[in-house]
């Protein structure tokens, strides 16, 4: 099959190392694991980690002053919010989209290249994708990872609600099925007015090939000093949802009862120096690792340095995540500790491949993550347990072949129409 992999958002540089970012090219890697052709155009490239074994074409914003001042009176509005930041940001968004499918037209001529199916990650402010899809004649999937107009709204503002919401409501309408990446997305779809048989929910997967239990944790250890000491691990970006400030804090508290116990942190984002000041401050740089930005291609070997892996995401009022690194960690062996909020509670099962406590309560976070600390038998149980549960439902090959398994039947039945 000849796939034409559309990702439009000049937010996601493919070679970036954004949790957005590993999950494009994991799962185009898999596709083309399963031996189809993929033609990938992004609107940034990016930089940090390997490309993935398909062909990319980077489709770059084109930057002009008079092309912002156009799109203002093309859309009817004032000239002077070109001036403002935000709205100046949303109006490049509108001028990229509105030459993106005669760019990608004339690539695909230019390349000879006809599709047989269009997959393309949603993005604010573009739905070009669906008259693209209606002018090559074949199904267009559309993959939706969160409530993006709500998101940008409540953490970078948004001016432009109307033509956003105009823009996505005509994006998932125009395509055949809509992938949402967890169950609170896919109500998220449906409250849109997408009927439910056009919506599928395929979690966030993991290459289980690269996350193994042997990827390489003890040279971690050796080389970052952590010796057979137990080793309480986060991975992620730092960022105010992922509850770093209640890991360090309840890790504090634990260096007290549990002096040996190691806490290792691997990413980088807006909490990180506040993270490392707060350790610093109880004296504890000794007990606590901060690596900064590791290349995906390390991620396993870190996780596999862990013993318990924590993903302390606080609530929120839609918990709607597909969170990579829990899998990635499953996939390794390493058990989580998470809140029972949303995907959470389906991809770790209490007791057996993990913990799972009650979001922000924090004694009891402290008191099972220090029981499994303490109970090397019981963590390599879990460990064993997670492994096979990763094998068994959450690798990126199972979980693009049910895509393509659904996109076969669409690509027959438009053609036999």
């Not at 990319?56 to 930041?85: F, H, T, W, Y």
């Not at 090559?136 to 999937?141: D, E, I, N």
């Not at 960690?329 to 500790?337: C, K, Q, Y």
Request: glycine content about 10%; charged content about 25%.
């Amino acid at each position: 099959m000849k796939i034409l992999y559309l990702n439009p958002d000049r937010g996601i540089p493919v070679l970036g190392d954004k949790g957005a970012s590993v999950h494009v090219r994991e799962f185009v890697t898999a596709l083309a694991a399963q031996g189809h052709e993929v033609l990938m155009l992004c609107a940034t490239l990016g930089d940090g980690n390997s490309a993935p074994p398909v062909r990319i074409i980077e489709v770059p914003p084109l930057k002009s002053e008079m092309l912002l001042k156009n799109e203002c009176e093309k859309q009817g509005l004032a000239a002077s919010l070109a001036d403002n930041r935000t709205a100046r940001r949303e109006l490049a968004r509108l001028v990229y989209e509105r030459y993106f499918a005669l760019r990608v037209e004339a690539t695909l001529a230019r390349l000879g290249f006809r599709a047989d199916l269009i997959y393309e990650r949603h993005a604010l402010f573009h739905c070009a994708g669906a008259g693209l899809a209606r002018t090559l004649g074949v199904p267009r999937f559309l993959e939706v990872n969160a409530p993006l107009i709500g998101e940008q709204e409540k953490f970078r503002g948004l001016c432009l609600k109307d033509i956003a919401t105009a823009a996505e409501q005509a994006s998932f309408a125009g395509a055949e099925r809509i992938i949402a990446v967890s169950d609170e997305v896919a109500g998220y779809v449906a409250s849109c007015g997408i009927a439910g048989e056009r919506i599928a929910t395929v979690p966030n997967g993991v290459d289980t090939e690269r996350f193994r239990p042997d990827a390489g944790g003890e040279a971690v250890r050796t080389r970052l000093g952590l010796g057979r000491d137990p080793v309480l691990g986060f991975i992620g970006s730092f960022k105010p949802w992922h509850g770093v400030d209640f890991l360090v804090d309840a890790f504090i508290t634990m260096s007290q009862r549990h002096p040996a116990l190691r806490l290792l942190c691997v990413g980088e984002g807006p909490g990180l120096a506040a993270a490392r000041q707060t350790i610093a401050e109880h004296g504890l740089e000794s007990r606590a690792n901060f690596t900064g930005r590791v290349p995906h291609a390390e991620i396993p070997a870190h996780l596999a340095a862990m013993d318990v892996s924590a993903a302390p995401y606080l609530l929120t009022e839609d918990f709607y995540f597909s969170p990579l690194k829990v899998v990635e960690s499953l996939a390794v062996g390493t058990p989580v500790i998470a809140p029972r909020v949303g995907q959470l509670e389906t991809l770790i099962e209490d007791g057996k491949t993990g913990i799972l406590f009650a979001s922000g309560d924090r004694a009891a976070f402290i008191e099972q993550t220090l029981e499994l600390a303490g109970d090397t038998a019981r963590r390599r149980r879990m460990g064993a347990a997670a492994r096979a549960r990763a094998l068994s439902q959450f690798s990126w090959e199972q979980a693009v072949g049910r895509i393509l398994r659904d996109a076969q039947e669409h690509i027959g039945a438009m053609r036999a129409a």
